[in-house]
């Protein structure tokens, strides 16, 4: 597996791959994470992982210090995962100087997590472009887990006319069900025992709506209030459609139950998609 820091030279190395796809990290890689450079190697002969702690989508006060960096161990899952190339650019690599022109996403990149994180798409969609033209890929894969992100990145893809397919992949779990996360490392052994829940309040109410249920405020107060019990501080849990995350229309079929809620000091966000009958 090569490593690669430079956009000239990643470039230069690329120049004869007809077929390449990305898989865009911040590194502290997990199953998850391998889950996607999988999918990857299935669509394309020369995957390249990106890892990058893109300092743009940090609001005030969040992580970005203390965002895990395990450069070596990650290389080393990725490289037995069968990754191609990583490419592991440095700060001064991508922001040579200082960024002055940003991909603004439309208004629901201002609700759900945008609500809670001020700019943070505007950085990722920013980074993912920025990325993208360096690797030139013809197809990316991005993880369900983020669902608000996939969204938004299909939707400026399509817009913009980027000749980029965008590969979903399905959110991997631990197997009490808890979203696999670099975050999770936070939790005490205590709020690991609880973290699961937040996914079994979007369980039911995943099935509500497959009872018929559209009493969708309901739900999300009842789903809120019971994690509330349990000592969550929840940002939202909601229901919305799919392709533009807004209140589902009365005809909408295609839905998304997402949540977001603090357990300690540790933020975890979770969604699952529901077909409503």
Same mark, same amino acid.
């Given at each position: 597996?090569?490593?690669?820091?430079?956009?000239?030279?990643?470039?230069?190395?690329?120049?004869?791959?007809?077929?390449?796809?990305?898989?865009?990290?911040?590194?502290?890689?997990?199953?998850?994470?391998?889950?996607?450079?999988?999918?990857?190697?299935?669509?394309?002969?020369?995957?390249?992982?990106?890892?990058?702690?893109?300092?743009?989508?940090?609001?005030?006060?969040?992580?970005?210090?203390?965002?895990?960096?395990?450069?070596?161990?990650?290389?080393?899952?990725?490289?037995?995962?069968?990754?191609?190339?990583?490419?592991?650019?440095?700060?001064?690599?991508?922001?040579?100087?200082?960024?002055?022109?940003?991909?603004?996403?439309?208004?629901?990149?201002?609700?759900?997590?945008?609500?809670?994180?001020?700019?943070?798409?505007?950085?990722?969609?920013?980074?993912?472009?920025?990325?993208?033209?360096?690797?030139?890929?013809?197809?990316?894969?991005?993880?369900?887990?983020?669902?608000?992100?996939?969204?938004?990145?299909?939707?400026?893809? #399509?817009?913009?006319?980027?000749?980029? =397919?965008?590969?979903? !992949?399905?959110?991997?779990? @631990?197997?009490?069900? %808890? /979203?696999?996360?670099?975050?999770?490392?936070?939790?005490?052994?205590?709020?690991?025992?609880?973290?699961?829940?937040?996914?079994?309040?979007?369980?039911?109410?995943? #099935?509500?709506?497959?009872?018929?249920? =559209?009493?969708?405020? !309901?739900?999300?107060?009842? @789903?809120?209030?019971? %994690? /509330?019990?349990?000592?969550?501080?929840?940002?939202?849990?909601?229901?919305?459609?799919?392709?533009?995350?807004?209140?589902?229309?009365?005809?909408?079929?295609?839905?998304?139950?997402?949540?977001?809620?603090?357990?300690?000091?540790?933020?975890?966000?979770?969604?699952?998609?529901?077909?409503?009958?």
């Amino acid at each position: 597996m090569e490593i690669i820091g430079s956009i000239d030279q990643l470039r230069a190395r690329l120049s004869s791959e007809p077929d390449v796809c990305c898989v865009p990290t911040m590194g502290n890689i997990h199953d998850g994470h391998l889950s996607l450079v999988k999918i990857a190697r299935q669509n394309a002969p020369v995957v390249i992982t990106t890892i990058f702690v893109n300092r743009l989508q940090f609001g005030q006060g969040e992580d970005f210090e203390r965002y895990p960096r395990t450069f070596e161990d990650d290389c080393a899952k990725l490289e037995a995962e069968g990754n191609t190339i990583v490419f592991h650019p440095d700060e001064q690599e991508m922001y040579a100087e200082q960024q002055e022109f940003f991909i603004d996403p439309p208004k629901v990149a201002n609700t759900l997590e945008g609500r809670f994180r001020r700019g943070h798409f505007r950085g990722v969609c920013t980074v993912v472009v920025k990325l993208f033209n360096a690797v030139q890929p013809q197809s990316a894969v991005f993880g369900k887990k983020d669902y608000q992100q996939l969204a938004i990145i299909r939707r400026f893809v #399509d817009q913009l006319l980027l000749p980029i =397919r965008i590969i979903p !992949a399905e959110t991997i779990r @631990a197997p009490d069900g %808890l /979203a696999l996360s670099s975050r999770n490392r936070y939790l005490s052994a205590e709020e690991r025992k609880e973290a699961p829940r937040l996914r079994e309040a979007i369980l039911q109410i995943r #099935d509500w709506i497959r009872s018929g249920d =559209r009493r969708f405020v !309901a739900m999300e107060y009842a @789903a809120g209030a019971l %994690l /509330a019990r349990y000592g969550w501080n929840v940002d939202y849990v909601v229901v919305r459609n799919q392709r533009e995350l807004r209140r589902p229309a009365a005809d909408d079929k295609d839905l998304v139950v997402l949540g977001a809620a603090t357990l300690g000091s540790t933020r975890l966000i979770d969604n699952l998609e529901v077909s409503a009958p």
